[in-house]
C-alpha cells in the first residue's frame, strides 16, 4: 500500500526557516512527479512546489519562489521542502503528492500524505 509521511511542521516566527519531510513507502517514487501542495485556513488547497522526475526540473509557486526549495533524496524515497524567510501568509496545512495525472500545479495527483501544520508567528 503507497503511503505517503510528512513530518517537519511547526510553530516558527517569521523570518525563520523549517525543513519538511515526506517518506514515500509502498513503491519507489524516484520516476514520478512529486510535489507539495498548502492548505491556508479557510482556504483552498493551492500549488506550492513540483519536481518533475525525468527532466530533473522544480517549479515553484511565485508566492514561495526564491524562500522555498524542493529536493528528493531517491536512496531515502523522500523528498524534502527547506522553507526560509517564512511570513505568516505562510500559515497552511501542507502536503505532499505523487504521480500527478494532470498538470503539475494541479491537484491531481494519485497520492496524498495525511499533511502537517505550520504555523508562522508575526
Known amino acids: 500500500q503507497v503511503q505517503l509521511v510528512e513530518s517537519g511542521g511547526g510553530l516558527v516566527q517569521a523570518g525563520g526557516s523549517l525543513r519538511l519531510s515526506c517518506a514515500a513507502s509502498?513503491?519507489?517514487?524516484?520516476?514520478?512527479?512529486m510535489a507539495w501542495f498548502r492548505q491556508p485556513p479557510g482556504k483552498e488547497r493551492e500549488f506550492v512546489a513540483a519536481?518533475?522526475?525525468?527532466?530533473?526540473?522544480?517549479y515553484y509557486s511565485s508566492s514561495v519562489k526564491g524562500r522555498f526549495t524542493v529536493s528528493r533524496d531517491n536512496a531515502k524515497n523522500t523528498v524534502y521542502l527547506q522553507m526560509s524567510s517564512l511570513k505568516p501568509e505562510d500559515t497552511a496545512v501542507y502536503y505532499c503528492?505523487?504521480?500527478?495525472?494532470?498538470?503539475?500545479?494541479?491537484?491531481?495527483?494519485?497520492?496524498w500524505g495525511q499533511g502537517t501544520q505550520v504555523t508562522v508567528s508575526s
Open positions: 503528492a505523487a504521480h500527478n495525472i494532470g498538470t503539475y500545479y494541479s491537484a491531481t495527483y494519485l497520492h
Open positions: 509502498g513503491r519507489t517514487f524516484s520516476s514520478v512527479n
Open positions: 519536481l518533475i522526475s525525468g527532466a530533473r526540473s522544480t
